[in-house]
């Protein structure tokens, strides 16, 4: 088989080059710029220009950060790639597990299908900005107490919308819950924990 029939070209212009051009749009979707004081400044990465790029500041878990973005990046892959913030995860990517769900000045949003550049001069809280040092957040503490996780990966997402549940007075029997949580899909089926987990926090709350 022949350079050219494998895919491999002469003029220069491969398969391979191809799959690595895309490869790398994909990860040097962001970079950063300098901000006054009070900002932070992070380390700038290798970036493939794409013409579409979008200069925004804003609030991670009390954090303030400076960015240049590409304005197809979404939020989540701004959090994970570029802050390292991981407790948000990455599941169907879609909008439709929840394992993503972070809040955006307050409200819960998935991070998957929220553009990065919506962010620009608004407050993001993940899973790490819920504990007060190593006083873990009453719904974290309720979901260790009522066994609410297995493998633990949508738990984030889990915990994150079941505090926006219960701030937003809607914790008020179990029908409500879970339609509220119908949103976060847990695989492994801890969803009687979940739900005991919430009531227990909404209680402790009101309480």
């Given at each position: 088989m022949t350079g050219e029939q494998s895919g491999d070209r002469e003029d220069g212009v491969t398969r391979r080059l191809v799959i690595g051009t895309g490869?790398?749009?994909?990860?040097?979707?962001?970079?950063?710029?300098h901000l006054p004081a009070g900002a932070q400044e992070l380390e700038r990465p290798f970036v493939v220009e794409t013409g579409?790029?979008?200069?925004?500041?804003?609030?991670v878990n009390g954090e303030v950060f400076g960015l240049e973005v590409d304005s197809r990046a979404s939020l989540l892959d701004l959090?994970?790639?570029?802050?390292?913030v991981t407790g948000p995860k990455k599941g169907c990517d879609h909008g439709q597990c929840g394992a993503c769900t972070v809040h955006l000045d307050g409200r819960p949003v998935v991070s998957?299908?929220?553009?990065?550049?919506?962010?620009?001069g608004r407050a993001i809280t993940t899973i790490e900005g819920l504990?007060?040092?190593?006083?873990?957040?009453?719904?974290?503490?309720?979901?260790?107490?009522?066994?609410?996780?297995?493998?633990?990966?949508?738990?984030?997402?889990?915990?994150?919308?079941?505090?926006?549940?219960?701030?937003?007075?809607?914790?008020?029997d179990r029908a409500s819950i879970r339609e509220f949580m119908s949103g976060n899909i847990c695989r492994c089926g801890a969803y009687v924990g979940i739900v005991a987990a919430i009531e227990a926090a909404a209680t402790s709350e009101q309480g």
């Open positions: 490869a790398g749009l994909a990860a040097a979707g962001t970079m950063t710029w579409n790029v979008v200069r925004l500041t804003l609030e959090l994970r790639e570029r802050l390292h998957c299908l929220t553009l990065a550049a919506k962010a620009d504990a007060d040092g190593d006083d873990l957040h009453p719904m974290q503490q309720a979901f260790i107490d009522h066994d609410a996780l297995q493998c633990g990966y949508c738990t984030p997402g889990q915990i994150m919308s079941a505090v926006a549940c219960v701030r937003a007075g809607l914790a008020t």
